[in-house]
């Protein structure tokens, strides 16, 4: 079958482009590095257009009846099934995702809005006795949820399609207006989003599409007439926009260092083969890919060699071929920081088991052992597909080297020990425990965020929902 076709006359892709010839986004192939596509770039005055645009739409958009933003977000699965291809396709272009991953995400792209149409006709109330005192006796009370009001996202590159549609899909389930800041180094997906949304009988202003570069995006930080930040990246960066943020709401889901613990007891078959998929899957470019894995003393050696066996026999290559497992890393910069990272590493002491080469925007699936506490690689958030195997010998030991760290986002751990499992889910400071598989995996309603470094707040639809509406409470005074 023929490769989809990137369009590059979509009319979102173009909003302002003959006034601002100059100011067009190009968007590459991360393996070619040719472009593939170009995007107008939105100023200062579009962005603040595009607010007071939110806001003129707050009103028009909550008087939709539940049934009608379900319509609006049924249309979106449908049509998301229809772009399949190209959706999975562009992906794979904007991001350097190998094709099978990338139509994982499209795949997940459309599970989100779906859980988002379910959950848009399932906000409830609750009715409050007040009566618990003799000066309430006749009171009563319920409470519901209304709309926040318009709210500003922020979308990183790793998961353009999904981690966007994450905080559209429940702001549009709950009637929140939204101006959306894709990555300046992936917008296509957003952009695609946008395309589909137009199709709708939404009201006029009820989201942007807008990709900027990040020192011309203040106000999606600092605008007073936002009324949430909901924003995906860095820490470093995550921080900064919380503490500029003023009186609204802000949702932070940033970065993480992952462990997984393999204890005795676990099928090492199995936990190699999971643990494979969560350090390497999209060149470890997850903040929940597995980046430290802590193995029991009894079972070590025999786990490292089947690990490195499985990692050495990955696939490296253009991710638009089929069998590809490892594809490009989103930049050379960031490949080159990461090289630099497990180098520093390997001259403090650490031993490289396998992989270690770089080759432009490639890098090699890399396992390290006996890495020093401290180091770049160990202590921060690798962000590619390296992971570092260390050993121990007690599990309350490996719990708390999984807490020795300013992340928390979440932990995997392979037991078949029920006691070892409930002791990690009440020990272990991190946003979720996985029993039986890497920290990587996520369902798209679950809830799902981290402590500490790893962020503030919590997405999953019902839970997002939840942060983008405020409760308003009615009481009633008895005759």
Not at 19 to 46: C, H, W, Y
Not at 92 to 113: H, Q
Not at 219 to 245: I, N, Q
Request: aromatic share 8%; net charge negative; proline share 5%.
């Amino acid at each position: 079958m023929a490769q989809p076709t990137i369009r590059e006359t979509w009319p979102y892709w173009l909003a302002n482009r003959a006034e601002q010839p100059n100011t067009d986004l190009e968007i590459t192939d991360k393996f070619s590095g040719e472009v593939v596509a170009r995007a107008a770039m939105a100023d200062a005055a579009a962005i603040d257009r595009a607010i007071q645009a939110a806001v003129d739409a707050e009103e028009p958009l909550r008087r939709m009846a539940a049934y009608e933003r379900q319509a609006v977000l049924d249309h979106c699965v449908t049509r998301f099934q229809e772009r399949f291809d190209e959706l999975a396709h562009a992906l794979c272009l904007e991001a350097g995702k190998p094709i099978k991953d990338a139509r994982g995400e499209v795949t997940r792209l459309i599970d989100t809005f779906r859980i988002a149409s379910e959950e848009s006709v399932r906000m409830t109330g609750e009715l409050l006795p007040l009566d618990i005192t003799p000066r309430a006796r006749g009171y009563s009370s319920i409470w519901k949820r209304v709309p926040i009001g318009p709210c500003s996202f922020i979308s990183p590159f790793n998961f353009p399609l999904n981690l966007a549609a994450h905080k559209v899909a429940p702001a549009l389930a709950v009637g929140c207006p939204f101006v959306l800041k894709p990555a300046s180094l992936t917008p296509l997906g957003a952009l695609i989003i946008g395309e589909v949304l137009a199709e709708t009988d939404l009201p006029e202003g009820s989201f942007s599409i807008l990709p900027c570069r990040r020192d011309g995006a203040d106000l999606f930080t600092v605008d007073e007439r936002l009324k949430l930040l909901s924003f995906t990246g860095s820490p470093g960066v995550g921080w900064d926009l919380k503490a500029r943020a003023g009186k609204k709401k802000v949702v932070l889901e940033l970065g993480g260092n992952a462990a997984v613990i393999v204890d005795a007891d676990a099928d090492l078959d199995d936990a190699v083969e999971r643990i494979v998929f969560g350090a390497y899957y999209q060149s470890g470019q997850s903040c929940i890919s597995v980046q430290r894995i802590l193995v029991h003393a009894d079972v070590y050696d025999g786990f490292r060699d089947r690990l490195a066996r499985a990692v050495g026999g990955l696939v490296k290559g253009d991710p638009k071929d089929e069998e590809t497992f490892i594809g490009p890393m989103i930049s050379e910069k960031e490949a080159t920081r990461l090289d630099g990272w497990v180098q520093s590493a390997v001259a403090q002491g650490a031993r490289l088991v396998c992989g270690g080469g770089r080759d432009g925007a490639m890098l090699d699936a890399t396992l390290l052992e006996d890495v020093p506490a401290g180091t770049e690689v160990q202590a921060e958030e690798a962000f590619g597909p390296v992971a570092l195997l260390s050993k121990f010998e007690d599990f309350e030991e490996a719990l708390a080297q999984v807490n020795d760290s300013k992340f928390g986002l979440q932990a995997g751990i392979f037991t078949r020990d029920l006691y070892k499992a409930w002791r990690a889910w009440d020990v272990l400071e991190v946003g979720g425990v996985v029993i039986g598989d890497v920290p990587s995996y996520r369902v798209d309603n679950m809830p799902y965020g981290g402590v500490k470094d790893s962020g503030l707040g919590r997405e999953g639809i019902r839970f997002a929902m939840e942060d983008m509406t405020e409760i308003r409470l009615l009481v009633v005074r008895g005759v």
